[in-house]
Structure formats: C-alpha cells, structure tokens
C-alpha cells in the first residue's frame, strides 16, 4: 500500500511546493517600477542528496569572506518613518499667542506633535524565537532575477507568510554595497541564500528558481481565477502592483490548488515543475514539506514587502531596509 501511494505523495509535494513559490510572486519587486505601498528547526529528516542540487555552489573562499563580512559589518540603515513606540519626552512647548493661517497652524501642529513624541522602535531580534520552516523563493524572467521572497512556515499554529524583499534593496558585502539582484549575478543562490538568511536570523534551508513562464503554464491548466468579481491573470501575477487584495488571491489560489479535482492534473504539474523550477529541496525535503503544506490555514497565508528606505551615499542612491525589519518581520508576519 505504502509503495503504490508513493508516487502519489511526491507528486503531490512537487505539486504544492510548485504553487507555493509560484503564487507568491505577487508583487513588481524588481525596483524599477515600483507602486510603492505600504528555521531553526529543520523539519527534514535527512540532508537533500547532492545530485538534486542544480546550482553549483561557489568555491570555499568566494563563500566564507562575503559571511565574514557581513557579520563584522552590521547592515546600517534608517527608516525614521516606520513608527510603534511612543515615547514622552520633556521637551515644554511654548504657547504661541498670535493668530496664524490655517495652513501655519498645520505647520505648528505638526511641530508640537513631533515635540510631544519621540518614535523609536526596540530591536528584540524576535526572528530568534520563531521556529519555523523557510524557503527562499526567487523568481526570474529570461534568466533575469525579477522577484525574491521567503516563504516561512509556522507549522505549531499553520500561519504562513510570503517575505518579498526588492532586488533593489541593497547589503554591504566585503566592504562593497551592493543589491540583492547584484549579489545574485556574482556569487549565485548558495550566497545569497546564506546572507538572507544571516540577515533575517533564521535558518533557510532550501531555495527555488522559479521561471515565470510556469506561470503562464499553471493558469492554463487551473482556469480562471476570480476575487471579488475580477478575473485574475495568473501569468500577470509577476508583475502585479501591490494591493489589498494580495492576501485573498493567494488564499484561493492555495485553495483552487489543493481541491481533489487538481489530483487528475498532477502529472502535468509535475511536468510543469520539472521545466521550470531549480530547487536543493530533495524528494525527503518535498515529502516533509508537503506533510506541513496540507495541514496549513489558507486563511492565514499573508505578505509583506519590505521596501526600505532610500538613501543617497556617494551620489548614488541605495534602499536599505531597516534592521529592526530585518530581525523581527518572520516573527510578526507569522505568531
């Protein structure tokens, strides 16, 4: 019994593992045209076999000095506008007698309230805490890096959540600033998994590659897609603007996906995988991967981009996400 529903069981991780990545590629994360919006436990059971890996990683010194550096050189950004903790400071504010226009009294407002309060937000490095299984999710087109997620599990409470960072957004590797996109061109997905993953704090276990022309594949095979009356091009999903309506066209699209009429599907789905998806992630990887996937509340699958800040050094400009997103957004977007 057990042999003849394997097949089966790895079909359909493939299948799940395939979708997960694909329909996380929601946004126009490349920085160039921007709508601008506001595991550290290993669930495998054994290490995925070298022979599934696709990517060849880079030599032991290409490897260990970029890890180096960025733990010698903490990432240094400033985002003052994201604001949760208030704090009162002692600063008087002097009364101002004489009669002001409506727009000077604004101005005024403005001023005594940033008088009032100070913002700041504390670093607890909450990401330490999560426990959860991650996946960096890349996407490309024509071989061009176009998106870059991390798809984190939280299997305790069956939360998950989609991290975008822009390929824009830029990390200081061996003293040189440089973007995700950039990064990925000179040292491969082996690196720049192992630096997302140092940024985070978290342990991130497997990658996939992603062709957008997958994407164009599933929609033929699934059919229409509709969230509140509109018709979703699925192949469109790439380069999708950001809106509120994210969260629920991943959610039906998980749940379109999973439903038993998709079993008869599943060899073109496999098919569909195997042409457009590089992954390390391993037959025993897929199996503990889809064990988790089935179990997940669709309803609390979300997403965030991380934007950053941008900031102008050396006259050119460079967005940088602020630390404390670095180290604590896993933990927000998924206890």
């Given at each position: 019994m057990y042999r003849k529903g394997a097949p089966l069981i790895i079909a359909m991780a493939l299948t799940l593992v395939l979708i997960t990545s694909l329909t996380f590629m929601l946004t126009n994360a490349n920085g160039t045209n921007f709508n601008q919006q506001n595991l550290q436990d290993n669930i495998v059971s054994e290490a995925p076999e070298e022979e599934d890996i696709k990517i060849s990683p880079q030599p032991p010194q290409t490897v260990e000095p970029i890890i180096e550096e960025i733990q010698k050189e903490p990432i240094e950004s400033i985002n003052p506008q994201q604001k949760l903790v208030i704090e009162e400071t002692n600063e008087e504010i002097k009364d101002e007698p004489i009669v002001k226009s409506g727009e000077e009294n604004k101005e005024i407002a403005v001023k005594e309230a940033d008088k009032k309060a100070q913002v700041i937000r504390e670093d607890k490095f909450?990401?330490?805490?999560?426990?959860?299984?991650?996946?960096?999710?890349?996407?490309?087109?024509?071989?061009?890096?176009?998106m870059i997620s991390i798809y984190s599990i939280n299997k305790d409470n069956k939360k998950s959540a989609g991290i975008f960072l822009p390929t824009r957004t830029s990390l200081k590797v061996n003293g040189e600033l440089l973007t995700l996109k950039e990064i990925y061109q000179k040292h491969g997905v082996l690196n720049l998994k192992k630096i997302i993953s140092q940024c985070l704090e978290v342990d991130i276990p497997y990658h996939m590659i992603a062709d957008k022309q997958g994407l164009v594949e599933l929609s033929e095979l699934i059919g229409p897609l509709y969230v509140e009356n509109e018709n979703i091009n699925i192949p469109n999903l790439f380069v999708r603007p950001v809106s509120d309506k994210d969260d629920e066209i991943l959610q039906s699209l998980a749940e379109k996906i999973v439903q038993?009429?998709?079993?008869?599907?599943?060899?073109?789905?496999?098919?569909?995988?195997?042409?457009?998806?590089?992954?390390?992630?391993?037959?025993?990887?897929?199996?503990?991967?889809?064990?988790?996937?089935?179990n997940l509340n669709h309803s609390e699958l979300s997403k965030i981009v991380l934007w950053g800040e941008k900031m102008n050094l050396t006259s050119q400009e460079y967005w940088l996400i602020d630390p404390y997103d670095w180290h604590n957004v896993i933990y927000e977007m998924t206890q």
């Open positions: 909450l990401n330490k805490e999560t426990k959860n299984t991650n996946i960096l999710c890349l996407g490309v087109a024509d071989k061009a890096l176009e038993p009429k998709m079993l008869l599907q599943v060899p073109k789905l496999i098919k569909i995988f195997i042409a457009n998806v590089e992954s390390d992630i391993g037959v025993t990887g897929l199996w503990d991967l889809y064990s988790v996937f089935k």
